[in-house]
C-alpha cells in the first residue's frame, strides 16, 4: 500500500468498507501479524484491486478494499484463511464492527504536482 | 460522531469515500477548525446520514460521509462554505486526495454484548 493510496481502474468497481474499534487489549493479541497476512492474501484474489486502510490513536479504523465483482467479494469472504481471521475479529479484536459493500460509481483524484 | 460509528438506516443510500495525505505542514493551518465546522455544517444538510472519519498518525486519513441520494451529495457539493473549504484542502493541506462515490446496497454490524 506504499504511500497508502490504491491506484484503481475507472468505474464501476466495488468498495467494501469496513469500520473498527479494536478492543483495550495491550500486548501482542497477534492482530498485526493478521493484519499482515490478510493484505498478502488479497493481493492474491482474483479480482481484488487494492485497498486503502487507517486507524487513529482512539483505535477507530476505517479499510476500504476495492473488487472488481460481487463475485470476488463473495470469493475473499470464503476464503478459509480469511473466514478463521474474520472469526477471531469478531471475537478476540473487535469491539465494534461494521460492515458495508458498495457500487462505487464515480471517481476522481488530485496530487500535487500531477494531476492524479 | 461519539464513538466513531454512524448510526444508518438499512441500504440503500450513497457513500462518498475520501482517502487523503495531509502535507508536511506543522503549525495550526486552519485544518482542525475547518473540519470540526465542516461536520457542523453538513449535519444540518438534508439528506446527510452520518460520517465517520479517522486519520493516523502518518497522515494518511480516510473519511466516509453517506447520504440519502446523489441530490443530497450534489447539494452538499455546492455549499459555498464547503466549496471554499474544498479549494483549501486542495490548495494548502493536501498533498494527494482521492474521491469516490459509491452506492452501498447491503451492509452488517457486530457490537460485543449485543448485535449491532
Known amino acids: 500500500m506504499h504511500d497508502g493510496f490504491a491506484t484503481l481502474p475507472a468505474p464501476p468497481y466495488y468498495a467494501v468498507i469496513s469500520s473498527s ?6 500486548g501482542d493479541d497477534g492482530y498485526d ?3 499482515a497476512r490478510m493484505l498478502e492474501l488479497v493481493r ?3 479480482g481484488f484491486l487494492g485497498a486503502e486502510s487507517t486507524r487513529g ?3 477507530f479504523g476505517i479499510t476500504v478494499a476495492y473488487f472488481e465483482s460481487e463475485e470476488a467479494i463473495a470469493a475473499w469472504r470464503n ?3 480469511h ?3 474474520r472469526a477471531r475479529g ?3 479484536w473487535y469491539e465494534h464492527f461494521e460492515l458495508r459493500v458498495a457500487k462505487v ?3 476522481y483524484g488530485m496530487r500535487h504536482g500531477t494531476p492524479a
Chains 1, 2 share one sequence.
Not at 21 to 26: E, I
Open 21 to 26: 474499534r479494536r478492543r483495550d487489549g495491550g
Open 33 to 35: 501479524a493478521t493484519s
Open 44 to 46: 492474491q484474489q482474483p
Open 57 to 59: 490513536i482512539d483505535g
Open 79 to 81: 476464503q478459509p484463511e
Open 83 to 85: 473466514a478463521d481471521a
Open 90 to 92: 469478531r471475537n478476540e
Open 105 to 107: 460509481e464515480r471517481a
